[in-house]
């Protein structure tokens, strides 16, 4: 049987809830949707733009805004910026009201894909440290989702199949 609730791609920065996000789409002919894509369509900048000239209080504002939007629609896909879930008021609608599912990694893997990465303004310029706080912080976050798929040694494939396998099962 197949859901008819909008799937919620969420985790960290780098965790490819956009790469899977779109596969799992293509593959189920869902329309897919990347929150900070569309972000960066209403303003015309992209998000490292908005930070640097805006500041994040804006950029999480018009984040809301935008994805209480989009979660209205029905049985899409939607690829959540990382600080996203963080948003008391987006995971509450989430968890009511859709599939959520949290790519989780091993933070090495998460801090080697997105360190010194220009288009992640709160990766670009952190440390180590800083990034595996940043991480253990939201993944406390994350873990309320309602699934959690392990991304450790998968491919994309394998990783989709597990989606799929979810998603069907809903």
Known sequence: M???KNIVFLGMMGSGKTSIGKLFSKKLKLDFYDTDDLIEKELGL??????????EKKFRELE?????????????????????FLNK????????????????????ILIKRIKNNLKRPLASKATTKELTNLIK??????????????????SKQELLKKVIKIYENN
């Open 89 to 108: 008021i987006i995971r509450k609608n989430i968890l009511e009201n859709h599939l959520s599912i949290w790519l989780k990694w091993q933070d090495e």
């Open 137 to 154: 912080k939201r993944s406390n976050i994350y873990s309320k989702s309602l699934y959690k798929v392990e991304c450790d040694n998968l």
């Open 46 to 55: 992209s998000v490292s733009e908005i930070f640097d000239s805006l500041g």
């Open 2 to 4: 197949k859901s008819k």
């Open 64 to 84: 809301e805004k935008v994805t209480l939007r989009i979660l209205n629609k029905k049985s899409i896909v939607i690829s959540l910026g990382g600080g996203t």
